[in-house]
């Protein structure tokens, strides 16, 4: 007997996979089909009590099946042990906000954002941002079959943006070289020796759309203190925020060195807030090493009640 993933999963697969031998199209424009499809009731799987975890599950192997075809460098997706990992760190450090509300400048399909909505209980709502009309148009439809309150902008996130400062920002950044000079004059982090680097002025555009105290959760290059660029982020920081942790993503999870990530987490000055004690410094151990993880994981703990003093 088929699990509720699998049947949503299979469903999927094979009306994308008609769309892509019939009519030569891309799988992932054949995934927004089938997704159309089951919204407006002309075709849907048979499920059984579906949680809104097995529809997320489902549709991201779909999309992941999609975008190992894809060759387009953004058509990438946040793996889940990462968005879980980072639900912990959201759900422990605003545990005693009553509502939540989040944005993702760099939103791709939403499973990062998604993943986070569907864990955290007290969340109220969301905003995304993402120039790449297929993804957009994706996210809007496992957004709308999850029954989020999510409200999407189709735009290039460096550019102005009319959303009201929120409790969280959450990013998987897009990493390299920004090259609207135009658009990137305005900001601090604007380099004037060369192109500025995209995920610094996603940075800077986040840190305006969070209120004061809220909390900026970045999955950013390994490297990211080490560039030419790094002093003037570090000066950005300094001036606007406090570094809460940099957490060292484990190798495993990876293809090569050049591809390794680390979490981020910074705090939004606020007048009513001290900066952290201790800034948390630490390395994910392998996700399998149970015991490693316990251990980590009670390093953590340790490390907010040492702040929260």
């Known amino acids: 007997m088929q699990t509720n993933v699998e049947k949503i999963f299979s469903f999927i697969d094979q009306e994308a996979t008609y769309i892509e031998e019939q009519e030569s199209a ?6 927004v089909y089938a997704l159309e499809l089951w919204l407006e009731n002309k075709k849907a799987p048979d499920l059984v009590n579906p949680k809104k975890e097995e529809i997320r599950k ?3 192997l779909a999309i992941l099946k999609g975008m190992s075809k894809s060759t387009q460098a953004n058509h990438q997706m946040t793996p889940d042990t990462i968005g ?3 639900s912990y760190f ?3 450090m605003n545990k ?3 509502e939540l509300s989040f944005l993702d400048p760099a939103l791709g399909t939403g499973n ?13 709502h969301a905003f995304g941002v993402e120039i790449d009309e297929l993804l957009i148009q994706l996210a809007a439809q496992v957004g709308e079959l999850l029954e989020q309150d999510i409200q999407l902008f189709r735009q290039d996130a460096i550019r102005p943006l009319m959303i009201d400062p929120v409790d969280i920002v959450v990013s998987d950044l897009p990493v390299g070289y920004y090259p609207d000079e135009e658009a990137s004059k305005e900001y601090f982090l604007h380099s004037e020796d060369e192109m500025p680097y995209a995920h610094h002025l996603f940075m800077e555009q986040a840190m305006k759309h969070v209120k004061p105290g809220g909390y900026l959760y970045f999955l950013v290059p390994a490297t990211i203190f080490e560039s030419k660029q790094a002093p003037q982020l570090h000066k950005f920081i300094k001036e606007n925020g406090w570094i809460q942790a940099v957490i060292q993503l484990p190798d495993s999870i990876f293809k090569n060195k050049a591809q390794e990530k ?4 910074l705090q939004k000055k606020s007048e009513d ?10 390395k994910v151990p392998s996700m399998t090493n149970r015991e490693a993880m316990e251990l980590f994981f009670k390093k953590i703990d340790i490390w907010q009640e040492e702040n929260n003093r």
């Open 90 to 92: 959201v759900k422990e």
């Open 84 to 86: 879980l990992l980072l």
């Open 262 to 265: 680390s979490l981020l987490i």
């Open 58 to 60: 489902a549709i991201q």
């Open 26 to 31: 891309p799988y992932l424009e054949g995934i």
């Open 273 to 282: 807030l001290k900066a952290p004690r201790e800034v948390l410094l630490a």
């Open 112 to 124: 990062l954002l998604f993943t986070l909505m569907n864990v955290i209980p007290n969340t109220s």
């Open 96 to 98: 005693e906000k009553k």
